[in-house]
């Protein structure tokens, strides 16, 4: 990289330390290795990034190397194999740990301010713009030339 | 009119949230716990001293106890422990352990030498019970009342002031109506 400009070799460096992060990250915590059957272990990777490792709060469970983490995980495993649902497996879950152990929690009447607070700001936005907008096209345009009239 | 209320209203807003948000005295980590008014999760454990005998919460159903969850890996533990003791010396109300993570020889030194506030200590080899109790660190302390529901629980090395304001009224009141 000796040829590279200092900026270009600094994109190439952040651009090779992400592209290299998932990699280190998914080596790092699973110890039991896959599940044998795919679908399982796609069902398993897709509850084990929902669930929020409650040590480190904005980890999930599938990222994080703490111990309460791999206790989760494997009770995940255990109740994948034993032909659980999605749904008991979160209930389960929510259970002892509260809504807040999922990241998408379910749009329930608790919830719905989460879900729906994106598009309330978006609508303030929107009103806020029109408001403005209707207001400077009562205004006079002052670069009129005077003499026109 | 509304030039005047809308940034009024957004600053009282602002400063509620702040208010709470920021406030020194809030553990952002500490959680609800789901389990509050709903029956303890049960289990049947070895103890951390004798492993011939069981520490089984059918054996305590119809009282009132407290559970505390704790390890010797745990700093806060050590921290909260002369007041677990000074505690189990009012014999208000049995204190049952739950040793989560932990290796016994350890936890055996642990209370041999700090002094033993607990009636029993369960021994959680695995972290299942942890988990059934929504336990996700420690110290974290749990009051049951006679039907063996969760009545309150708490989080953070114990204290004096939460033991005589959080748990004294509530096992009174537990007793008092009868559960």
């Not at chain 1, 280190?24 to 929902?50: C, F, K, M």
Request: glycine fraction near 6%; charged fraction near 20%; charge should be negative.
């Amino acid at each position: 990289m000796r040829f590279l400009r200092p900026t270009l070799k600094l994109a190439a460096l952040l651009l090779s330390s992400v592209l290299s992060f998932p990699v280190l990250a998914a080596g790092s915590v699973d110890v039991y290795g896959e599940l044998e059957n795919p679908a399982l272990q796609a069902r398993y990777e897709h509850i084990t990034e929902d669930l929020r490792c409650l040590v480190c709060q904005n980890e999930s469970i599938a990222d994080s190397n703490v111990e309460l983490a791999a206790d989760l995980r494997r009770q995940v495993r255990e109740m994948l194999i034993a032909g659980k649902s999605d749904d008991a497996i979160f209930k389960f879950m929510t259970d002892r740990y509260g809504e807040f152990v999922r990241f998408n929690p379910p749009l329930t009447p608790k919830t719905w301010l989460i879900w729906g607070a994106p598009f309330i700001m978006v609508a303030v936005g929107a009103v806020i713009i029109i408001r403005v907008a209707r207001q400077r096209a009562r205004l006079p345009l002052d670069d009129e030339p005077a003499s026109e009239t | 009119m509304w030039k005047f209320v809308i940034p009024v209203a957004a600053f009282v807003a602002l400063a509620v949230l702040f208010a709470v948000g920021l406030n020194p005295h809030r553990d952002i980590h500490a959680l609800p716990s789901p389990l509050i008014g709903k029956a303890a999760p049960k289990f049947d454990l070895t103890d951390v001293m004798d492993p011939s005998r069981r520490v089984d919460t059918a054996a305590l159903k119809g009282q009132v106890y407290v559970l505390n969850v704790w390890g010797t890996w745990c700093v806060a533990c050590r921290e909260e422990h002369d007041e677990l003791l000074a505690i189990a010396q009012q014999h208000v109300v049995p204190l049952i352990g739950l040793d989560y993570m932990d290796q016994r020889d350890k936890a055996r030194q642990w209370l041999t030498q700090l002094g033993n506030p607990y009636q029993s200590v369960g021994f959680d080899t695995d972290g299942r019970t942890a988990i059934d109790w929504g336990v996700y660190g420690a110290p974290e302390t749990f009051l049951v009342d006679g039907q063996g529901r969760v009545i309150f629980k708490f989080i953070s090395p114990m204290t004096a002031e939460v033991w005589q304001n959080e748990f004294v009224p509530r096992i009174a009141a537990a007793r008092r109506s009868g559960a």
